[in-house]
């Protein structure tokens, strides 16, 4: 069954009580600033809030001097000292990912997460999510503002969901699709169902 939604949730995104936290992503795509500037090799992160709060950091040619404030590492001019913080490289993996992995950024549990199957240590967060018994595409980016952009329904990214079911469903079941269904997070629904042909013919 073919499902095509304007709503990043439809299929990917309900909360399942084994996922442990949902991924680290701002809603707005941005980052704390003393994050930022620990991930670039500035110190600790109790080292870099110091910087802040003794007006050493400045973003867009204005000192910052709270903690907590968010940054977008990628498009803002960050300084310390007056030395201009280079932008990190954009990375954005696509990754299969397979059953039994948790799409978390942290899992008290130890269980491997979708983060620990991309090589290298840079900070990820996946855009949108799969529970841990599904399979498939999921992308992974150091890109806070692209994931909030391709994750959140304001702004309408389609996505596109192959699903595997029991049976063949009735044209009622797709009807009530379409029309919207409740899930813990709200009322959603798919922009359009299909059963493609071949799925039929395997099931008849």
Known sequence: MRITSRRSHVAAA?????????????????????????????GSRRACEELIT???VEVDRQVITQLGTRVDPHAQEIRVDGERLPHPKRVVFMLNK?????????????????????????????IGRLDR????????????????????????VEKKYLVQVAGVPTEELLDRLRRGIRLAEGEVHAKRVSIPGWATRCTS
């Open 14 to 42: 309900p909360a399942f009580a084994d996922e442990g936290p949902r991924p680290e992503v701002a809603d707005d795509g941005l980052e704390r600033l003393q994050k930022v500037l620990a991930a670039a090799g500035l």
């Open 54 to 56: 003794t007006g050493r």
């Open 98 to 126: 397979p059953v039994g992995v948790v799409t978390t950024n942290y899992d008290p549990s130890g269980r491997p997460r979708v983060v620990d199957l991309v090589p290298g240590d840079q900070r990820l967060f996946a």
């Open 133 to 156: 018994m599904s399979e498939g595409l999921i992308l992974l980016t150091n890109d806070g503002g692209l994931a909030n952009l391709l994750a959140h329904p304001r702004y309408g």
